[in-house]
């Protein structure tokens, strides 16, 4: 059975006070959570060890939602995926759109990133996703296929393995407009398929979330697709309630 998860991108959001607080208040609501999910936060780099050590005893999984592209030295201002597993922390969020579109990451620069991740034991969470433009002319198949074949398919087959893949089209992050449970159905199964051209039946192994405006309203209709396995989620995460709603989207195992 393929692992069913749903993390929290916490983004540039709360204070290293408020990122503990936050972190309690999913913890209390845990016992409400199916088992079966795997409960993941990721707050920003000044509070990841305050929130990992707090995490600790707790079924809460610790995220960075980024890492440097080399091993260590000279570059000011950047964080090493070394440093950041040694918080103990288990996850990397890798190419998130605003990170592509902001801060320009590219393939190239992903690649590197994700040698990093795997060299020091992270589980990157790489993240695909079209923008409006191209969901409108139809070219969104096209996007996420090129965001797979440049990045996942430099992965041997063991750290294939370990990849989670979130799916967020970029129309849908922070807009409030979800992708339908049927888009994100189709464009997930999609992606699978891109995956299965390389990697073969591990594909069926691998999690991809959904991304972009899932809330407690929409969480469970999201999940019930076959190949919707979890989402990453924004908004949403930053109130304990909401996101240990959205979390019971996958109801009682
Ligand atoms: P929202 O849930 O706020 O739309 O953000 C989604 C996202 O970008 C998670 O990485």
């Known amino acids: 059975m393929r692992e069913k998860i749903v993390a929290g991108n916490w983004k540039m ?10 972190l309690k208040g999913v913890a209390a609501g845990m016992n409400e959570v199916c088992d079966c999910v795997t409960m ?8 990841l060890s305050m929130v ?3 995490a600790k005893g707790t079924n809460i999984h610790v995220s960075a939602q980024n890492c440097a592209a080399e091993a260590k030295g000279a570059y000011t201002g950047e964080v090493s995926a070394h440093m950041i597993a040694s918080l103990g922390v288990e996850y990397v969020i890798l190419g998130h759109s605003e990170r592509r579109e ?3 990451e590219t393939s190239e620069t992903l690649n590197k990133k994700m040698v990093q991740a795997y060299e020091n034991n992270l589980i990157p969470i790489y993240c695909i ?3 409006l433009e191209e969901r409108k002319s139809g070219t969104h198949f ?9 990045v996942v398919f430099n992965l041997s087959a063991d750290q294939f393995a370990k990849l989670v893949i979130a799916y967020e089209p970029v129309w849908a992050i922070g807009t409030g407009k979800t992708a339908t449970a049927d888009q994100a159905q189709e464009i997930h199964a999609y992606i699978r398929g891109v995956l299965a051209e390389k990697f073969g039946e591990a594909a069926n ?16 209709e999201l999940f019930s697709k076959p190949d919707v ?3 990453l989620i924004g908004d949403a995460s930053l109130k304990p309630d909401d996101f240990i709603a959205v979390a019971q989207g996958f109801g009682k195992c």
């Open 52 to 54: 990992a050590e707090a």
């Open 129 to 131: 996703g079209e923008k």
């Open 142 to 150: 096209d996007v996420v296929r090129q965001q797979v074949e440049e």
């Open 40 to 47: 993941v936060v990721a707050p920003p780099f000044t509070h």
């Open 229 to 231: 396995d979890g989402g």
């Open 102 to 104: 902001y801060y320009g």
């Open 205 to 220: 192994d691998i999690a991809i979330l959904y991304g972009g405006s899932a809330n407690p309203g929409n969480a469970a």
């Open 13 to 22: 959001n709360t204070t290293p006070a408020q990122g503990v607080e936050l």
